[in-house]
């Protein structure tokens, strides 16, 4: 069965490689995905690996590896990403914090052994599920502990698994424990074969997120270049996808039209950076006066209608500056991006229809109305639906201040999921310090 799978994969990765090569810095990456890494410096403290396939499980890892240190500072700690703009974001975020940021190795037995010889991870911490059969089983193989955290499985990845049963439950049989988010995440994962001794259901360590004491100084310079601290309200289109900066920018056309109090401004964020240059022909097509946030500052970003923000990583620092944040992904059958980092902002969050990816958390939003989720629509009606929303909220601030409470609400309600996650793998950690020999005050 795992011939198979490797064969498969092997089709699979020859078929998109041509792709993958134009994609940018992809080609500078090509020897760490084939795993090769360079060994970590000889040492008695043993090592955790966490995979983040990308800047999702980037940020919702960053509670989870500060409370490693704090706890068990006799660990180094490596992050492995599959995607560009997860490792860039983990370099930044963890800079100084870990031992190295790397990328993960494509899931051929070869390629993931040299990967495990050069890490010597004591334990593999996999962030939401993401399960690649050739690394999990070499890992354990390796001696290592495996624990899938935060994790969550959509009906449709739980079908897609179910058809290779067999090869999957070999898979789960090798983790050592799953930490999954939802009662509903943990019985799909049963459901495929997992002892259920091994899963507990601990939350989302993404509610976990602290909220800002002060604004950064990137808001900052965001507010000064730009001139976020005027009159004119913000709307922010987050980690929007193909298709979806038009039906924005339609929306936005509209609001702009129609606006009875101050004109809006539009911040657009695409999800993928090789999508950067196609939402600008986009947005210089409509008319509106424009800007890159990676161009060179000039006096008259204060003034654009439109700013792109083509950089990796800073999306966060953009929310404060907001009035209203629309989260995409979620206007088409892609499930959805992450809407808690707009909530830890105190913002009225507006997404499509399309939230699989993010189920749970977005039914809690709607049960608290912390949330707009707009129906099913096709492009034309979105656009149109969406330009309502956004004169409804723009001419309502207690609408817009009543969402933003619910949602701080809701974030305050569910936060705990890290403290589980370090109660449940305690256990794992302390036993492994034992075995190396190593003795903490922990």
Request: glycine fraction near 4%; charged fraction near 20%.
């Given at each position: 069965?795992?011939?198979?799978?490797?064969?498969?994969?092997?089709?699979?990765?020859?078929?998109?490689?041509?792709?993958?090569?134009?994609?940018?810095?992809?080609?500078?990456?090509?020897?760490?995905?084939?795993?090769?890494?360079?060994?970590?410096?000889?040492?008695?403290?043993?090592?955790?690996?966490?995979?983040?396939?990308?800047?999702?499980?980037?940020?919702?890892?960053?509670?989870?590896?500060?409370?490693?240190?704090?706890?068990?500072?006799?660990?180094?700690?490596?992050?492995?990403?599959?995607?560009?703009?997860?490792?860039?974001?983990?370099?930044?975020?963890?800079?100084?914090?870990?031992?190295?940021?790397?990328?993960?190795?494509?899931?051929?037995?070869?390629?993931?052994?040299?990967?495990?010889?050069?890490?010597?991870?004591?334990?593999?911490?996999?962030?939401?599920?993401?399960?690649?059969?050739?690394?999990?089983?070499?890992?354990?193989?390796?001696?290592?502990?495996?624990?899938?955290?935060?994790?969550?499985?959509?009906?449709?990845?739980?079908?897609?698994?179910?058809?290779?049963?067999?090869?999957?439950?070999?898979a789960l049989d090798n983790l050592d424990l799953a930490l999954m988010q939802t009662p509903v995440d943990a019985n799909r994962l049963i459901s495929l074969g997992i002892a259920n001794e091994k899963v507990r259901v601990t939350g989302s360590t993404k509610f976990d997120q602290p909220f800002p004491e002060s604004e950064s100084e990137l808001t900052r310079e965001f507010r000064a270049r730009f001139y976020y601290s005027g009159d004119s309200p913000l709307i922010i289109a987050a980690s929007t996808h193909a298709t979806e900066e038009k039906i924005v920018l339609e929306a936005f056309k509209q609001a702009f039209k129609n606006s009875k109090g101050s004109l809006p401004r539009l911040l657009i964020a695409p999800r993928h950076p090789e999508r950067f240059n196609e939402a600008a022909k986009l947005i210089d097509a409509t008319g509106f006066s424009w800007t890159r946030r990676s161009a060179a500052a000039s006096p008259e970003d204060e003034l654009a209608d439109v700013v792109l923000l083509d950089s990796i990583g800073e999306l966060r620092d953009a929310y404060p500056c907001a009035q209203i944040v629309f989260v995409g992904g979620s206007l088409i059958p892609h499930g959805g991006q992450n809407i808690l980092e707009a909530a830890?902002?105190?913002?009225p969050i507006i997404t499509g229809n399309y939230t699989m990816n993010f189920q749970a958390i977005v039914n809690e939003f709607e049960r608290k109305r912390a949330i707009i989720r707009l129906p099913k629509l096709d492009e034309n009606s979105a656009a149109k639906k969406l330009s309502e929303v956004f004169l409804d909220l723009l001419g309502n601030e207690v609408h817009r201040k009543e969402l933003a409470e619910n949602s701080v609400r809701v974030m305050l309600a569910n936060r705990g999921a890290t403290e589980k996650t370090i109660v449940a793998v305690s256990p794992i950690l302390k036993s492994l310090l034992s075995s190396t020999k190593y003795t903490t005050s922990n």
């Open positions: 069965m795992y011939f198979l799978y490797s064969s498969l994969l092997t089709i699979g990765y020859l078929i998109l490689m041509p792709r993958y090569l134009f994609r940018r810095n992809f080609a500078s990456t090509i020897r760490e995905r084939f795993g090769l890494h360079r060994p970590l410096p000889p040492s008695s403290q043993p090592v955790i690996w966490i995979h983040c396939v990308s800047v999702g499980e980037t940020n919702a890892a960053r509670t989870l590896v500060k409370r490693i240190r704090e706890l068990f500072p006799a660990f180094r700690i490596v992050i492995s990403n599959t995607t560009a703009t997860g490792h860039e974001l983990a370099e930044k975020v963890f800079s100084g914090e870990v031992e190295r940021t790397i990328y993960f190795p494509f899931d051929w037995r070869f390629s993931v052994r040299r990967a495990l010889w050069a890490i010597n991870p004591a334990m593999v911490i996999i962030l939401e599920t993401e399960i690649w059969f050739n690394f999990i089983k070499e890992a354990h193989a390796f001696g290592a502990k495996i624990a899938i955290v935060n994790g969550r499985l959509s009906e449709k990845s739980s079908r897609r698994y179910a058809r290779v049963r067999t090869l999957i439950k070999s830890v902002a105190e913002k």
